[in-house]
């Protein structure tokens, strides 16, 4: 019997260490928009003339203080520390390699590329090795294509957003960045 039970212990602890040491190799990390606007220049430009490029600057104490007061927020404090704030104005907030604060990782914040396409380390990596990359690969290494990811969106626009505007799944899709044709199939 006491056999049986170290037999057990010793599977049970490679099992979990197998599963631990799997998840880490499989995480890949936030490397925030710099490195995605060196390959997707339209795309950048687009986002960076919508709200979400500058979605941080509405943590700072005094912006938009009518929508803030409105919202029952008080338009004078400085949330740009607060946690509860920076999970959506961020990107990858409590993530590997996501944003931790200005002073340590001024490069994540505001709501870039890596909020809606997933962590880009490792599919980064991918679309500059294989231009023709197939679109099964490039998910199994963190992409996310947005049409297919309604959660990703309402983790940010659903209930607890102090601010809850009217969210329209198809219509925000549209209203993202514009949209340029792509190169290649998959
Ligand atoms: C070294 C260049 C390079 C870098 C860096 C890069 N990409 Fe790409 N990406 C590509 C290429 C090439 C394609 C395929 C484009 C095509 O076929 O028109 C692509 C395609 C995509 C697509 C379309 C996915 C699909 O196949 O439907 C998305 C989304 C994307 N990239 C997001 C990102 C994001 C976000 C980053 C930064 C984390 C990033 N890329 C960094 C080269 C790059
Ligand atoms: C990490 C949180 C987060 C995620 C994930 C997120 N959003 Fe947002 N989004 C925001 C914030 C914050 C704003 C407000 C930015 C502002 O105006 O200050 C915003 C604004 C927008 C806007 C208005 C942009 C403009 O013109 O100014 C659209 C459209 C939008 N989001 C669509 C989407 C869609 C579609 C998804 C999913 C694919 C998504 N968002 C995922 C946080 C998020
Ligand atoms: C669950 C995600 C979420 C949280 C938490 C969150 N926000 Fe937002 N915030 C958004 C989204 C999404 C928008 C865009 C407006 C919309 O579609 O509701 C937004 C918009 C705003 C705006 C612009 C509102 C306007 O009408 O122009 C301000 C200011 C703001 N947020 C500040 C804050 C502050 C301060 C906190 C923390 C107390 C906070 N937000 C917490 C997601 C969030
Ligand atoms: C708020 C969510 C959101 C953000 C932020 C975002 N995208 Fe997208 N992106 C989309 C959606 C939606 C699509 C369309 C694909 C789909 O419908 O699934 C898309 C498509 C793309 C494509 C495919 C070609 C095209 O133009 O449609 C590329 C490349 C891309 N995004 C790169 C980027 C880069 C680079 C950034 C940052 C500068 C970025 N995206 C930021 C939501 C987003």
Do not use: R
Not at 54 to 60: V, W
Not at 61 to 84: F, I, N, Q, S
Not at 106 to 132: I, N
Not at 142 to 160: F, R, T, Y
């Amino acid at each position: 019997m006491k056999k049986i039970l170290i037999g057990f212990i010793v599977v049970l602890f490679v099992a979990v260490t197998v599963i631990a040491f799997t998840a880490v190799a499989d995480a890949a990390d936030y490397i925030g928009v710099k490195k995605c606007k060196a390959c997707h220049m339209k795309q950048y430009k687009s986002w960076k003339k919508t709200g979400l490029a500058t979605a941080f600057e509405n943590l700072k104490p005094g912006v938009k203080a009518d929508a803030k007061k409105k919202a029952g927020l008080d338009a004078d404090k400085d949330y740009t520390t607060d946690a509860k704030c920076l999970k959506c104005h961020t990107t990858g907030y409590g993530k590997s390699g996501g944003f931790k604060s200005l002073a340590e990782t001024p490069k994540l914040a505001g709501v870039q590329c890596e909020s809606c396409h997933g962590p880009g380390s490792e599919y980064k990596v991918l679309m500059k090795k294989d231009k023709k990359y197939k679109i099964a690969d490039a998910k199994a290494k963190g992409l996310i294509v947005p049409s297919e990811d309604e959660k990703g969106c309402m983790a940010c626009h659903g209930a607890d957003n102090p601010f809850k505007g009217k969210f329209n799944f198809k219509e925000g899709l549209e209203k993202t960045h514009a949209h340029f044709p792509m190169k290649h199939e998959h």
